[in-house]
């Protein structure tokens, strides 16, 4: 499998608090990788040094080339992050939610796209004029990740998607990332408190711990290892 | 009797529409620039100010006709509230709000001096474009001035709308004003849209100063009050609502215009010219007790 995303040693630091010790990380095309590890562990940092929304040094390489800059460039380079905590405009309506999430985008088919896009999340079509901010938070959490493949990323930064969303919303929200996979081929990069979700989408896991990958491994192997489950993943 | 009361009050409708569409382009500027940056512009009539001599001179020194001036000064005003935002803004951009308006006053008295010092403190003379005819329309007496404002008024109010309601660029701004950490994620240079922004509102302000001139003479001291009521009509409408300040500054304008027709009549008979600008300060007052987030603003909710 060609590397698309490569962090080797990569430290980012919050004024005075360093974050990241030498995080070093790969994902492969078409690959879903999940990052776990408890509160604090750097997980969301790991994700902003990716995107750059965070004062990062070490190397960070998206298919072999260097990325530099903030956020903007970054979405440039094809990475789309849904942060914490939904991540959508909701003053704005739910079509210009998606129209934002191609603004990187200089093409025309941006109109076939929110099509393909409600392929993914029948009820986007008939609530394109509502404002986002009237959503669920299942439905804003899934508008989140229509956004992101608006733009046609070639990785995918999910952050804490799970979070505060009912077990059965969890799971067709992940259903949904493996269809994408599945069917386009799609990299994800993603960030869970909640491990059993995560590696039942992932091919492989990192588990950090304050600041450092812990252990790494498939994530059949993290599932089955049960001292590794006890001690780092919490079930 | 009757019928020539009824012209007597649709007249006042009419001239309060003109004012109140003034002071509906400069609060529809406070707003915008309240949405990006935050703060209240002070600093926003000096800047209309600004222009407005701009264009005078451009068709007083250098020969231009009235609507090329109209054209270069929106152009000069948009670049001119671009470089304002990317040279005196944003470094102070991201602290206190209180850091944020001191430069906004600071602002202000600086364009006001550079006026006076340029331009001297005698009025001047801007004619309307639209002439000095009246029209008869069934015994409501309208002035060309008057209607020629308000169309104006809204054809820019409309551009604005249609480049933020349907343009990719109109909804980046919007995007990086409501929420610039989602919009940089997205791929959105948030801080040149609120440049953007200020150009826009600068614009704007120009589109007023412009109207205003030929009824009220240019000098130094034009847009000041035109200012208070932007502030009243923009408070009026909600702070954060572009809409809001569209109404509110037609509202106003009504009301006050309403207030002088009125003052024929023995109940209102207090009211005379000098007290519209202390009327436009108890209507802020009234709105900031009563409802402050005005009729078409949402209640505040802070951001974190």
Known sequence: MRTLLELDAVQARYGPVQALHDVSLTVGEGEVVAVLGANGAGKTTTLRAISGTVSRSGGIELDGKALKGGPEAAARAGIAHVPEGRGTFVELTVNENLRLGAYTRRDRAVKQDVERVSGYFPWIAERGGQRAGTLSGGEQQMLALARALMSRPRLLLLD????????MVVREFFRTVRDLNEREGLTVLVVEQDARVALSVSSRAYVLEVGRVALTGTSAELQDDEAVRRSYLGY | MVV????DFMQQVVS?????AVYALLALALVI???STGVINFAQGEMALLSTYIAWALITHHDFAYWPAFVATLAISFAGGVATHRIVIRPVEGGSVLRIVIVTIGLLIAINGFVLWQWGGEPRALESPFGIDTYDIGGVVVTANDVGTIAVAFGIVLLLWALFQFTKIGLAIRAAAVNPHEARLVGVRVTWMLALGWGLAAT?????GMLTAPTVGLDPNMMQAVLIYAFAAAVLGGIDSPVGA????LLLGLLLNMLSYLA???AFDWFSEELRLPMALLLILLVLLVKPSGLFGRPEVKRV
């Open chain 2, 33 to 35: 620039i309240h949405r």
């Open chain 2, 16 to 20: 309060g529409l003109a004012a109140g």
């Open chain 2, 246 to 249: 569209v109404i509110g500054g």
């Open chain 2, 4 to 7: 020539a009361a009824f012209a």
């Open chain 2, 204 to 208: 704007l302000g120009a589109v007023a």
């Open chain 1, 160 to 167: 804490e998607p799970s979070l505060g969303l009912a077990p």
């Open chain 2, 264 to 266: 024929q009549y023995e």
